[in-house]
């Protein structure tokens, strides 16, 4: 798969690239490159339409979660195999994330992303066709790999040109991911019911990256893509020179927990509000979809990262996430309740939570290695995150749908807090 995509970048971005070291070249002499070749504002249209793909990756991430009690029942996959084709995206994520830092060293990031959203697309409009759980399995992992390739150049972009306001920065991705996660239980389950197969909402978000892809290829100059003088003018302060140093080491041990946390609610919980509450399609991703409406607080979340230290703000956010993990499966039945806790896990967990740990982990080594730090943080949380809904689902089959919240979302919150008390702020960029 790799050989497939570097040849194929690789012969499509060569021209690409003698354009772009001449601009890296006028950038250490003069300045930004975003400076010279557009203003400011005509960058921060294009970064929006790069945001609008990352919506369109959230979305991808969340169809099959809604759809897989209707995939289960044609298919008639166990749940603790249910739960992994939900959550086995994120091993592509993680598998992804790190070598996608390393390639985003040899060819521009423009190609890089467009090449991940036609992997991520692709993968998500095949699953409609795959006739078995071992084919549906493959499609979907692949799936991860293109989402890993953008997510890792959405961040590393993030952090070289707001260099300033990094926290904010990351925060601003990912608040288009809960605009994209909003619209994807919003969405899935209109289209579930309207034609009547799990199929139809596959195919249509496959397509919608295609026309992604054009309005990327129209919109989105290399100017804007490949800038790193921002990043580099503040190389020198602060941070470690690679990722063998304790905070990243850290980090990474947090995102690990982490992606077993995130991704056994979001894997497993819409399941848990079908089978175990009698839910219908609609309600559970009505419910679901305040989880994207509480992520839309992070730029706000990367804000207090940018000036509180990280660790005050992880260790804190890991306990509320351990009450909400607790509340998730305790009290009342009622949707409203149920739409609240998701609201307040997409505040905490993902404005908060996500944000942070993807900025510090770029804040933890020296700026020119953002795109190294970001692909850390990918591979981390995500590798973890792909047996998350596997072992949720197992849990809840051993012990019932209590305990399996309460180790899983509580108990692990809870070790992830005391990890984050051994961070060191002093030692990050600024």
């Not at 660790?311 to 609240?340: D, N």
């Not at 689902?393 to 399996?404: D, E, F, P, R």
């Not at 919150?413 to 005391?418: D, G, K, N, Q």
Request: with cysteine; net charge positive; charged share 10%.
């Amino acid at each position: 798969m790799w050989a497939f995509v570097s040849s194929w970048v690789q012969g499509r971005v060569a021209a690409q690239r003698r354009k772009t070291i001449q601009n890296q070249v006028a950038a250490n002499q003069t300045g930004p490159v975003q400076e010279q070749t557009g203003t400011r504002s005509v960058a921060i249209s294009m970064y929006c339409v790069l945001l609008l793909g990352y919506a369109l990756m959230a979305a991808d991430r969340y169809l099959f979660p809604v759809l897989a009690p209707d995939i289960r029942r044609d298919f008639g996959f166990s749940l603790a195999n249910t739960g992994l084709l939900s959550t086995i995206f994120t091993l592509g994520l993680g598998i992804g994330g790190l070598p996608t830092g390393y390639l985003l060293a040899r060819f521009p990031r423009k190609a890089v992303a467009l090449t991940g959203i036609a992997i991520f697309s692709a993968g998500t409009a095949l699953t409609a066709v795959m006739t078995g759980f071992w084919s549906m399995l493959f499609c979907l992992a692949v799936t991860g790999i293109g989402m890993a390739m953008l997510a890792t150049v959405m961040f590393a972009l993030a952090a070289s040109y707001f260099s300033r306001n990094r926290g904010a920065a990351v925060g601003s991705v990912n608040f288009c991911f809960g605009i994209g996660t909003w619209s994807g239980y919003f969405l899935a389950p209109i289209l579930l019911t309207t034609y009547g197969t799990w199929r139809v909402p596959m195919i249509a978000f496959g397509g919608f990256g295609f026309v992604m892809i054009g309005l990327i290829l129209l919109t989105v100059r290399s100017w804007f893509t490949e800038t790193r003088g921002s990043a580099t003018a503040r190389e020198d302060r602060g941070g470690a020179p690679s990722l063998l140093n304790r905070n990243s080491i850290l980090l990474t041990l947090l995102s690990v927990v982490y992606g077993l946390v995130l991704y056994g609610f979001l894997g497993m919980y819409p399941t848990y509000l079908r089978e175990g509450l009698g839910y219908s399609p609609e309600t559970a991703g009505f419910v679901m979809s305040f989880f994207g409406l509480g992520a839309l607080a992070s730029i706000a979340g990367g804000w207090l990262g940018d000036r509180v230290s990280p660790r005050v703000v992880l260790p804190i956010a890991f306990v509320c996430t351990a009450v909400l993990g607790y509340l998730f499966f305790h009290g009342s039945e009622a949707v409203a309740a149920k739409a609240v806790l998701a609201c307040l896990y997409g505040v905490i967990g993902s404005a908060v939570l996500y944000v942070n740990l993807a900025a510090n982990h770029v804040k933890a080594v020296r700026a020119s290695m953002s795109s190294r730090g970001s692909g850390m943080f990918v591979t981390s949380l995500y590798m973890s995150s792909a047996v998350a809904g596997y072992l949720m689902g197992w849990l809840a089959n051993q012990a019932g749908w209590v305990t399996a919240g309460q180790i899983q979302i509580s108990l692990f919150s809870l070790v992830a807090a005391v990890l984050a008390l051994a961070l060191r702020p002093e030692e990050m960029s600024s």
